[in-house]
C-alpha cells in the first residue's frame, strides 16, 4: 500500500532540491540552532554556560535558568519538567506547531527552499494542558495570523524598548511576550517619522540574530502593538534621518552593511560631514531596501551626491563548489544594484552620483567592518584616507574570480542633460 502523504512529502521536498522529505527534514535539523530559535520563537534571555547557553524554562514556573541549550539539542533540569529534545522539539514546543508545519517554518527562518506543502504550513497540535509561565500559542487561522495583519507606522504614543526589552507579538508562538535584545535599533525617514525597529541578539563568537519589529494591526480585533515580523513591501534604509543634517551643496553619504556598523561609521564621519546608512538585512537584502527617499534627496541637491560603499571584510567560502567572487566586492555589486534601480537605471543614476567602493585590504578577520575598527582604535582621518584612496564605481562587476577589476573611468558630470551618454 502506498503512503500518499509520505509520497507527497518526497514529491514536494525533490521539487525543492532535496532528494526526499527525509533528506529535507535532515537538512533542516542541522541548519538550525536550539539557541537561534529560543531567541526567534521563544524571546528568552540567554546567557553562557560553557559551550551553550541557560535560559528560564517555558515550559514551567522557572526563576533560575534551568533550560540547557546546545546547538542542536535542549534540555530542562528543572524540578519535575521533562522538556528535551532536538530543535525541531524545541519549536513544536515554542509553537504549537504539528511536526510538519514546524520544519517548514524553521526551513523559511533558515532561508532555504521550502517544499510547497501548503495545508501544513499553518496546522497546530491541540494545545497540551499545562502549568506554564508563559501562554502557549493560540491557534490561527490560514492567512489571518500576525504576518499577514497590515503594516503601519507606529503612533507617537508606541512604546519603545525599555531596559533592553519590549512587548512584541511573537508569530510563531502566537501570543506577547517580553522580547531581550542587546541592541535596538530606530528605523525612520529622513524627516524622522519611526517605521519601525530591529533587535540584535548576541550570541558571541561573532554569532547574532537581527530581528525586525514592525507595528501591524489584527484586523479582527482592532487591536495594533509591535510584531516581531519584518515589513511586506520595500524595507525603509537605517539611518536616514541623517541626511538632513549633511550639507545639500557637498552631501556625501556611506553606505555599509548593518546597524551596529552604520552608527559606528557616523560617529567616524559625522563630524565630517558624512551621513552613514545601511540596507536593513545588509547587503543581500539590498535590493528589496527602499532607496526611493535617496533618490529624491540628491535631486534636491545643489551638486551631485557623493555615495561611499563600504563593505564587511567577509571571506571567500572555502567549500568545494562555493562562491568564487569575491564577497565584499559582490555586496558592492547587490547594493549598486539596488541603487541604479531605484535611480531609474545606471544613467539615472550616474547623472545625480559619484559613487566610489572600498575594498577592505586582505588579512582582516572574517566579518570585519568599521565597528572593529573604530574598537581598534582608527579615528576620522584613518577612514577618510581609506575614503579617498577608494576605487571610482565602473557600473560594471567590480570583481571576478581572483581579484577586484582594474578601475576604469568613473562617471562623468554631463555637459547638458539629455545629452550624456554615461560609461557605466
Known amino acids: 500500500m502506498v503512503d500518499h502523504r509520505t509520497s507527497r512529502r518526497d514529491r514536494a521536498a525533490r521539487a525543492s532540491g532535496y532528494g526526499s522529505w527525509k533528506e529535507f527534514v535532515l537538512r ?87 517544499p510547497d506543502i501548503p495545508q501544513a504550513r499553518s496546522r497546530r497540535r491541540p ?17 489571518n495570523g500576525p504576518a499577514s495583519w497590515p503594516v503601519a507606522l507606529p503612533p507617537d504614543s508606541a512604546p519603545l524598548p525599555v531596559a533592553g526589552r519590549l512587548r512584541v507579538h511573537a508569530t510563531r508562538r502566537g501570543s506577547s511576550i517580553s522580547f531581550r535584545a542587546d541592541s535596538w535599533f530606530e528605523y525612520r525617514s529622513i524627516e524622522g517619522v519611526l517605521a519601525g525597529l530591529t533587535a540584535r541578539v548576541e550570541y558571541g563568537n561573532g554569532r547574532k540574530s537581527v530581528l525586525p519589529v514592525t507595528w501591524r494591526t489584527d484586523p479582527a480585533s482592532g487591536k495594533a502593538g509591535w510584531v516581531l515580523k519584518g515589513w511586506n513591501g520595500p524595507r525603509p534604509v537605517y539611518g536616514m534621518q541623517r541626511l538632513r543634517s549633511i550639507s545639500r551643496t557637498s552631501p556625501a553619504i556611506i553606505i555599509v552593511e548593518g546597524e551596529k556598523t552604520a552608527d559606528a561609521a557616523q560617529r567616524l564621519l559625522g563630524q565630517a560631514g558624512w551621513a552613514a546608512i545601511s540596507p536593513s538585512g545588509g547587503s543581500k537584502s539590498s535590493e528589496r531596501a527602499d532607496w526611493r527617499p535617496l533618490r529624491e534627496f540628491a535631486r534636491n541637491c545643489s551638486a551631485r551626491l557623493s555615495i561611499a560603499i563600504w563593505p564587511d571584510a567577509d571571506e571567500r567560502p572555502q567549500t568545494p563548489g562555493g562562491e568564487s567572487r569575491l564577497p565584499a566586492a559582490l555586496s558592492i555589486d547587490r547594493i549598486m544594484s539596488g541603487l541604479t534601480a531605484a535611480f531609474g537605471g545606471k544613467g539615472s543614476f550616474c547623472l545625480q552620483v559619484n559613487c566610489r567602493a572600498v575594498l577592505p585590504p586582505d588579512g582582516l578577520p572574517h566579518g570585519w567592518d568599521l565597528a572593529d575598527a573604530e574598537l581598534a582604535g582608527w579615528d576620522s582621518g584613518r577612514v577618510m584616507r581609506e575614503l579617498a584612496s577608494a576605487r571610482a564605481w565602473t557600473g560594471e562587476a567590480c570583481w571576478d574570480a581572483d581579484r577586484w577589476t582594474a578601475p576604469g573611468p568613473g562617471c562623468e558630470a554631463p555637459v547638458e542633460a539629455g545629452q550624456h551618454t554615461p560609461r557605466c
Open 28 to 114: 533542516v535539523r542541522n541548519t538550525t540552532r536550539c539557541e537561534d530559535v529560543a531567541v526567534r520563537w521563544g524571546g528568552l534571555a540567554l546567557k553562557r554556560a560553557g559551550d551553550g547557553w541557560l535560559a528560564c524554562c517555558p515550559f514551567h514556573p522557572d526563576n533560575t535558568p534551568s533550560l540547557s541549550l546546545g546547538g542542536r539539542v535542549f534540555y530542562c533540569h528543572g524540578a519535575s519538567c521533562d522538556a528535551s529534545g532536538d530543535v525541531i522539539d524545541l519549536a513544536r514546543k515554542l509553537s504549537g506547531l504539528d511536526f510538519t508545519g514546524t520544519v517548514l517554518a524553521l526551513a523559511e527562518d533558515a532561508g532555504l527552499p521550502v
Open 127 to 143: 494545545a497540551v494542558a499545562r502549568d506554564v509561565a508563559v501562554p502557549a500559542a493560540k491557534p490561527s487561522s490560514t492567512g
